[in-house]
């Protein structure tokens, strides 16, 4: 960094003490701290904004990584289950030993010649045709096999709940009791959220609020709206309900995740599974209002656990 006394000419010195012999060092001292300060200000300002594009690019670089990572395991998955439902090859056959077989009449000369060529072909004919058939069995059988085979387990690990910030809130144009929530989940646009919150909620309140959503839901219309993701919710009766409350510190993006429940969820929610439902039923909020599933908490790694701002013993929706 050059010296701070480079910054002004010699001249603007001897100018200030010939005006003010008095004064003129003072104001010269202050003239050279300011400059000093505005330069400190101006490196700390582009430091934050470096910060603040690093921070953007590495939430980018977190997605490729949880989308590569699917894609991984979907392959592995295809590969083990390749692997176990392969069909069996064939067992290979020992040439007839020469002479005569037993119980079977000698022949005269040129058909004993040709037998064993007749029969070799006709051996491997029938092997072939065999194989064959077991390929179309097999073929047919393969992708009920699949999904037998690699079924994941049904627990909270297949949920995916993130992180996201209510940017606006608005009733539904077609329905009183419904709302319309764009939610920012730190990807690059907002989704557009269709919640039962439009008659029991204060909806002013929730603009520019942090909440839990279950991103990997299949994308359906409400009443004319595309919905991309659910609102996670808690309630004690169809009247009282309230939003479920991320751990202070947390940002639009962020993964709630299971301590005893370390697996990684599904790309889309498949509506046969029924895995939502399957799961409903120990989605709870405890007796000191923590989120839990089977007990183990909803939890921001490094921030701590999610909680309902004021019911306790109620069910999560």
């Not at 400190?40 to 953007?56: G, M």
């Not at 995916?160 to 009733?171: A, E, F, H, Y």
């Not at 939502?276 to 709870?284: G, H, I, S």
């Not at 909020?285 to 490094?302: I, P, R, S, T």
Request: glycine share 8%; proline share 7%; net charge positive.
């Amino acid at each position: 960094m050059d010296n701070i006394d480079n910054l002004f000419h010699p001249s603007l010195e001897d100018a200030l003490m010939k005006l003010d012999p008095e004064d003129g060092g003072k104001i010269m001292e202050y003239f050279k701290t300011h400059a000093l300060l505005s330069r400190e200000k101006a490196l700390l300002q582009s430091s934050l904004r470096d910060q603040k594009k690093l921070l953007v690019e590495n939430g980018k670089l977190k997605k490729d990584i949880e989308q590569l990572r699917g894609q991984l395991q979907d392959k592995q998955r295809r590969r083990t289950a390749k692997a176990l439902f392969a069909p069996v090859p064939p067992p290979s056959t020992s040439s007839p030993a020469p002479g005569t077989p037993v119980n079977q009449t000698p022949s005269p000369a040129g058909a004993t010649a040709a037998s064993p060529s007749s029969s070799s072909s006709s051996s491997s004919h029938d092997r072939r045709d065999r194989h064959s058939r077991r390929r179309r069995g097999d073929k047919k059988a393969r992708p009920d096999s699949l999904c037998l085979g690699v079924e994941p387990e049904v627990d909270v690990s297949r949920l995916d709940l993130r992180v996201g910030r209510i940017l606006s809130v608005r009733r539904h144009p077609l329905s009183e009791t419904l709302s319309v929530q764009e939610v920012d989940l730190g990807e690059n646009a907002p989704r557009k959220v269709v919640s039962k919150l439009g008659g029991k909620t204060d909806l002013e309140e929730l603009q520019g609020g942090l909440a839990v959503l279950l991103c990997n839901v299949k994308a359906c219309k409400l009443r004319g709206v595309v919905s991309q993701a659910r609102l996670m919710c808690c309630s004690d009766s169809d009247d009282h309900m309230e939003l479920l409350a991320p751990p202070a510190g947390s940002t639009p993006g962020d993964r709630v995740t299971f301590l005893n429940f370390p697996g990684e969820p599904d790309r889309e929610l498949q509506a046969k599974q029924r895995v939502w439902e399957l799961l409903q039923a120990d989605l709870q909020v405890d007796n000191k209002g923590v989120a839990n599933y089977k007990g183990c908490g909803f939890e921001v790694k490094g921030k701590g656990l999610c909680r309902a701002p004021s019911l306790t013993n109620c069910t999560i929706r």
